[in-house]
């Protein structure tokens, strides 16, 4: 029986950190085995600054995904974001040696090797080398070369660059964890993944994934990513002008733009009031639900505008034409009310909220179908395609039965031992008695012969 290939993927974000352990099931769906959760620490704006912190949060949602599967995680294919990314548009080619050679795989791995070995800027490292269109002895559009002929093989490529001391500090950050890194992945991929179809790729869209502490941009055209980007603002920036706004501590921000935020303030009337709790006994505090939506709008304008300055870079100025397929909002900031329609207004672009569903089995729990655990499911995905074990089933150890020690007694019926222990007494006593009935023998005797010696004496 074929072992089932057990996927992990760790989400390693600015506000939670997501450990998710998968399976592909006999449909080709995702069944999810086991998730687990904490709260980042040591993170910033998807950046590692705090590698203890870090590594605590990684073992603690490591530990439940583990309590909570029944498997032991040895690899993890992590997700990487932060404003330290960027990508660039490279084309290269190779001259091959024998053209009446079919093009192979091996013929693309060294183009793609040869791409790989460019200079980038002092402290930048490449992370990803995708392949757009080749071109062989110059005829274009080709997005399959395997099986061609041609002498001449040329690609575009989508080239996605990071910060070198970024990218080994989360490698340090799992290793330290006990655990080992199988693979690196740009967030905003395995997001598209997750919850873009191939239709939506063909046409063109734009996957905006609002994370806590990044926004990622994926722009795919012809099934082809074509950009990618990370702006440095999420959902934290929104929770701090709440906190700023309203005078109110962090945890009662995020509480109130969780249940009360609305990206459109002219939903809310003024006389809708929401008081929060004092601080060791002061007054409570009322927050005008307007005003709250006012704050938070603010806000989700710029992210959007800022995203949109991106596609726009790639569609020149009217990227509706291009991507046919619109923008699919994904990620926490996604769940926000309604941010589709503040979105759709400023773009003037068809927007959906990107749910994992579709690749998700029909059993799963409802809460891993959630925006908010895209990036995760989608860096699962990556794992499978890996092809390694990167989880053991821990089976239920049988405590083996400890032999126990009794030294071997010899059962003797009680008469029998009253019997030899009244004969051992009555041997000892009969000694005592033999000894001592010799001895006055012994004294009588002497005396008797000492009167005997003394008789004889005087008689003489």
């Not at 450990?19 to 904490?38: R, T």
Request: with cysteine; aromatic share 4%.
């Amino acid at each position: 029986m074929e072992k089932d290939n057990i996927a992990v993927g760790l989400d390693i974000g600015t506000t939670k950190i997501v450990a998710m352990i998968g399976k592909k099931n006999e449909y080709g769906k995702l069944e999810i085995l086991g998730i687990g959760k904490s709260k980042s620490l040591g993170v910033a704006r998807g950046v590692v600054n705090n590698i203890t912190q870090t590594i605590q949060s990684i073992q603690q949602a490591v530990q439940e995904a583990e309590n909570n599967s029944g498997y032991k995680i040895k690899d993890v294919v992590v997700g990487i974001a932060g404003q330290h990314i960027r990508s660039i548009q490279h084309t290269d080619y190779i001259s091959r040696h024998n053209p009446e050679e079919v093009i192979g795989g091996n013929d693309i791995q060294l183009l793609i090797d040869q791409v790989n070995k460019l200079a980038m800027l002092p402290g930048e490292e490449i992370i990803h080398v995708l392949p757009q269109e080749f071109k062989i002895d110059g005829q274009s559009e080709i997005k399959e070369p395997i099986g061609m002929y041609g002498g001449r093989l040329e690609s575009s490529f989508h080239v996605v660059v990071g910060q070198a001391s970024s990218i080994r500090n989360v490698g340090r950050c799992i290793q330290s964890s006990g655990i080992e890194l199988s693979g690196l992945t740009l967030e905003p991929l395995a997001s598209a993944d997750a919850v873009l179809s191939q239709e939506e790729k063909e046409a063109g869209v734009a996957l905006i994934d609002i994370g806590g502490g990044t926004t990622d941009l994926a722009i795919f055209k012809d099934g082809i990513i074509r950009h990618t980007a990370v702006i440095p603002f999420g959902g934290n920036v929104i929770t701090d002008d709440i906190k700023e706004g309203c005078s109110i501590i962090e945890k009662q921000a995020e509480l109130l733009k969780v249940k009360f935020g609305s990206a459109w303030p002219g939903e809310n009337r003024d006389n809708e009031i929401v008081s929060i709790p004092g601080l060791r006994g002061r007054e409570p505090k009322e927050i005008s639900l307007k005003n709250l939506s006012k704050i938070i709008h603010a806000r989700v304008v710029e992210i959007v505008d800022l995203v949109f300055t991106e596609v726009k870079a790639y569609g020149h100025e009217d990227p509706r034409k291009k991507l046919i397929a619109g923008i699919v909002l994904t990620g926490g900031g996604a769940q926000l009310k309604h941010i589709k329609q503040l979105v759709e207004y400023i773009t003037g672009m068809d927007t959906r909220i990107g749910y994992p569903n579709e690749h998700l089995a029909g059993n799963s729990d409802e809460e891993i179908s959630s925006p908010l655990y895209a990036t995760a499911v989608g860096l699962v995905m990556k794992s499978i395609e890996n092809k390694s074990q990167s989880a053991i089933r821990v089976e239920a150890l049988e405590q083996p039965k400890i032999p126990t020690y009794r030294p071997a007694v010899v059962q003797a019926p009680i008469q029998e031992v009253y019997e030899s222990v009244e004969e051992q007494v009555d041997q000892s006593v009969n000694e005592k008695h033999n000894s001592t009935v010799n001895r006055i023998q012994r004294n009588f005797f002497d005396r008797y012969v000492d009167k005997i010696k003394d008789f004889l004496d005087n008689a003489e």
